[in-house]
């Protein structure tokens, strides 16, 4: 760890924490504001994992990481068939292409299949593993399936 990138702040649950020096030279008023969206996210990915877990246990399949499991963009397929009742085409391989492939196919269903609007939400965002944007594409399945 670069000492010159990160300084040591007390944490009440850790007794060291390294945060980037970015961050040390924010007031405590937005540092709060970051330590609240941290919650935040927290709780949508807790939340979103059961949900998720729930709709795929119809298929004897589970998450642990939203973020992780995701990525390879199988569970999202098998999670929209589920939700869906139709079957979707999906790529058997492990490399970056076959992931990108497969959220494409989920991303175009709920696109094209259901007219539904996704905002800047690429394949390239669940294969890497953005949080804000995985989140973001739970969210509005949620609210197409469950509302």
Partial sequence: MDSHLY?????????????????????????????????RDGTQKKTFTKWVNNQLIKKACKIRDLFNDLRSGTALITLLE???????????????????????????????????????IRPEDIVDGNPKLTLGLLWVIILHYQV
């Avoid at 702040?9 to 969206?37: C, G, K, M, N, W």
């Fill in 7 to 39: 300084g040591r702040v007390a944490h009440p649950d850790l007794a060291q924490t390294y945060l980037p020096v970015s961050i040390l030279q924010l007031d405590e008023a937005d540092r709060a504001v970051l330590r609240v969206a941290d919650v």
């Fill in 82 to 120: 589920i939700l869906s009742k139709q079957s979707l085409p999906r790529e058997r391989g492990c490399m970056r292409f076959h992931y990108l492939q497969n959220v494409e196919t989920a991303l175009n269903f709920l696109t094209s299949r259901r007219g539904i609007r996704l905002v800047n």
